[in-house]
């Protein structure tokens, strides 16, 4: 009973939280801070491991600025069957010779094969010593959150998918979501896989239960590093101490 009622506490304290934090954004200078990155809504204390998440929208990045203040760096790769980031080359050369742990990403497409998609992204990202496991980017893009597809076709391409990957590189994927796309497409599932969930206005809770292990808390950051069009970048942290991150993916 008592866990129960402190679960209570705990969905009161962040419904007030949420309510207030909305409140301060509608406000002129709440929004005028956060639209200009200067509010982080979440920043999060007591996380000893932080890194960021790039594609071509950063333009050109100078690794050994940007890495002055990160631990790692997720990378996008490839989206779909045959699309590779224009940036990628450039990020992979740059990003493998600095002193951070390095991983990259593929954008999961919800209209192509699993085993092509697998195909793009093996043949794009080589592999070396020490680096993170490849990650899946699970989220809704153009509109079709209006007309989501069945979650049984999603898993049958994605099961393919993290079968091809785990296979290749001797590690599983991590699974990238948004609450909303998690909720209806990886909940509940995928447990050998660890989670990268995203969440820019409150430390997340998984509606399953599960642990996270990278949370996206900020789409308005700003570090000194990159020239592209978009200003801000995303940030990151892992959950764990460094030692555990110095040694993840732990080795089956």
Not at 4 to 19: F, P, T, V
Not at 87 to 103: L, M, P, Q, T, W
Not at 172 to 179: E, L, M, V
Request: with cysteine.
């Amino acid at each position: 009973m008592s866990e129960i009622k402190s679960d209570i506490l705990i969905m009161i304290g962040r419904s007030i939280l949420m309510a207030a934090l909305t409140l301060f954004l509608c406000g002129g200078t709440g929004l005028a801070l956060y639209i200009n990155g200067l509010l982080i809504p979440n920043e999060p204390n007591g996380y000893m491991v932080h890194g960021v998440d790039v594609s071509s929208y950063q333009g050109n990045i100078d690794w050994n600025v940007l890495s002055e203040n990160i631990d790692f760096a997720y990378i996008k790769a490839t989206e779909g069957s045959s699309s590779v980031d224009p940036e990628f080359y450039d990020n992979y050369a740059g990003a493998v010779n600095s002193n951070i742990r390095v991983g990259f990403y593929m954008f999961f497409s919800f209209d192509s094969p699993g085993e092509t998609q697998a195909e793009n992204y093996i043949r794009t990202v080589k592999k070396f010593d020490n680096m993170l496991p490849p990650a899946i980017d699970v989220e809704f893009y153009g509109g079709n959150d209006k007309d989501p597809p069945k979650r049984e076709d999603i898993d049958r391409e994605l099961d393919i998918l993290i079968s091809e990957i785990s296979e290749h590189y001797g590690m599983k994927p991590i699974i990238y979501s948004t609450k909303k796309a998690y909720d209806m497409y990886i909940s509940g599932g995928y447990q050998d896989c660890d989670i990268w969930i995203r969440d820019i206005f409150c430390e997340p809770k998984l509606s399953d239960g599960r642990s996270w292990t990278f949370w996206q808390y900020s789409e308005k950051s700003r570090l000194n590093g990159y020239d592209g069009d978009e200003k801000f970048i995303d940030m990151n942290v892992f959950y764990g101490t460094r030692y555990e991150f110095d040694i993840y993916p732990k080795k089956p």
